[in-house]
């Protein structure tokens, strides 16, 4: 069983620049969430996946992240104009839908952004 | 809105005694709980979860929560800690009034274990 993977593990980009993080989830997952992580705080929500349909965007996702899970199983987060602030790691998880109450969510390893 | 308080920043203990990391919790309807840890440069591991029933959880390498509704409390135990726990330990909650599925998270306490 394989789990959560992510590709790049780490990203160094210069300010301005597009930059584009891919997630695979556990195979079986029909559910799919982003998080950013800042140093010294906890994962903050940034949208969530039901196959390929964006569920749930939050306020932290400004109109320069575009996530994408376009057939239903890997997903994509580009991140347009980079910005120091967009310094973080980007944690993604997936959950099974049919596995009752609480849905545990099982995280990947993580990206690695540094914005220059 | 669902909230997450971890009140310590640093936890430390010798090794072979035992070990709490505190979690409070807010919500407006009932609260499924979880306990994640994470190592340097890593994701999340997922540790144990409260979602109903037994008010005592008990989950991987020996860790274990006590969920207490009237205190709002789920407190992570650990009988006898060892140096290898040491990392990082984030308190989640998500509401079951929540239609979405997103998990909130304290700001983390980290756990130094001492030989």
């Known amino acids: 069983d394989t789990g959560v993977s992510q590709d790049p593990r780490h990203k160094i980009t210069k300010r301005g620049q597009n930059v584009t993080f891919r997630c695979d989830p556990i195979s079986e997952h029909n559910r799919l969430y982003w998080y950013r992580q800042t140093l010294g705080q906890g994962p903050e929500f940034l949208t969530y996946?039901?196959?390929?349909?964006?569920?749930?965007k939050s306020r932290l996702l400004s109109d320069r992240f575009s996530a994408e899970r376009p057939k239903g199983s890997f997903s994509t987060l580009e991140i347009q104009r980079t910005e120091q602030g967009d310094s973080a790691m980007y944690l993604c998880?997936?959950?099974?839908?049919?596995?009752?109450?609480?849905?545990?969510?099982?995280f990947g390893p993580g990206t690695r952004l540094l914005v220059l | 809105a669902q909230s997450v308080a971890q009140p310590e920043d640093q936890v430390n203990v010798a090794e072979g005694n035992p070990l709490t990391v505190k979690c409070t919790y807010s919500v407006s309807g009932n609260p499924y709980l979880f306990w994640y840890v994470q190592y340097p440069n890593r994701g999340l591991q997922f540790l144990l979860k409260y979602i109903t029933g037994d008010n005592l959880v008990k989950g991987s390498y020996g860790f274990e929560a006590e969920f207490n509704k009237s205190q709002t409390s789920f407190h992570l135990k650990k009988p006898s800690a060892l140096v290898s726990d040491s990392a990082l330990y984030f308190c989640a909650v998500r509401d079951t009034n929540n239609a979405g599925n997103m998990l909130t998270f304290g700001g983390g306490t980290r756990l130094m274990v001492k030989p």
């Open positions: 996946f039901q196959n390929e349909a964006q569920l749930e």
């Open positions: 998880a997936s959950s099974s839908a049919t596995s009752g109450s609480g849905q545990t969510q099982y």
